[in-house]
């Protein structure tokens, strides 16, 4: 039975993809992660003794905290969290336990852009469709929810990367954007190692949509139709996002969850004689 403060690694591996997911806080010890440089999707790093810099940082939003193990770094640290009124909990296992799970994802800190100004900063096209909105909410839902997207003019992409260090994707001769056949969302998802049955599922979605080969998915031609009625809808591209997000979220639980369901219509009443 899991103590009170505790959350299972089954339980939060549900949890991260959607906007339900805590904030996540890695509180290993230096030398500890050095050995193992990997992070759970969404999660941060933050020293242990930092409990006040944490405690401004989460703003009392919950969270899941873990160490090396689980045992002393994090379980101490969520005591002390749940004593300032903070809906805490530590993983079950720590990294160790989270590593050695079957299914569980992890992200190279290495392929994580630097923050600027407090998280990532990325820059692309403005009038984004399908590719332009995917990437940004795969980036929020696995590795930075607090990630900023700046939407310029397709020639002026690398200069504002470069004036404002953020990163550029989906334009060519960047690091992140086509390659062959594949889209950017899916050079995200092998730059950052997620490699999941339900991404590669959405990801098949949103390749034949972005890249126009329809035959290759059912769902194509709708996420298309979605995508260029939703571009109809907003003139500010921020806004545009806001409202996208919604629509991966949901594509994203059909791929994990309810892509093998089917719908008819089975009429109950005779029909009405005229």
């Known amino acids: 039975m899991s103590a009170p403060n505790e959350i299972t690694v089954a339980n939060l591996l549900r949890l991260i993809g959607t ?51 689980g045992i002393k770094l994090s379980q101490g640290m969520v005591a002390y969290l749940r004593n300032e009124g903070i809906h805490a909990e530590y993983l079950s296992g720590g990294m160790y336990g989270w590593r050695d799970s079957k299914d569980t994802l992890r992200i190279s800190a290495a392929v994580i852009p630097d923050a600027v100004d407090g998280s990532t900063l990325w820059v692309t096209r403005h009038r984004p469709k399908i590719d332009r909105i995917a990437c940004p909410w795969l980036i929020r839902r696995f590795v930075d929810p607090q990630a900023r997207f700046l939407f310029v003019s397709p020639t002026e992409v690398k200069g504002v990367a470069s004036r404002y260090g953020a990163t550029p994707f989906d334009v060519e001769e960047v690091f992140f954007s086509h390659r062959g056949e594949q889209c950017t969302f899916d050079t995200m998802l092998q730059e950052f190692g997620l490699q999941s049955v339900a991404l590669k599922r959405l990801a098949a979605v949103v390749r034949a949509a972005d890249t ?63």
């Open 19 to 69: 906007p339900e997911c805590p904030v996540i806080v890695d509180i290993s010890l230096d030398p500890d992660f050095e050995a193992d440089p990997y992070l759970i999707p969404t999660s941060f790093r933050h020293p242990h003794d930092d409990r006040q810099g944490l405690i401004q940082r989460l703003g009392g939003r919950r969270c899941v905290i873990s160490c090396q193990q």
């Open 212 to 274: 126009n080969r329809h035959e290759q998915s059912p769902q194509a031609a709708g996420l298309l139709a979605i995508s260029v009625g939703l571009s109809r809808q907003y003139s500010d591209d921020v806004q545009q996002l806001g409202a996208g997000m919604g629509i991966y979220d949901a594509l994203y639980r059909w791929a994990r969850d309810g892509y093998e369901e089917t719908h008819d219509w089975l009429p109950t009443a005779s029909p009405v004689n005229t």
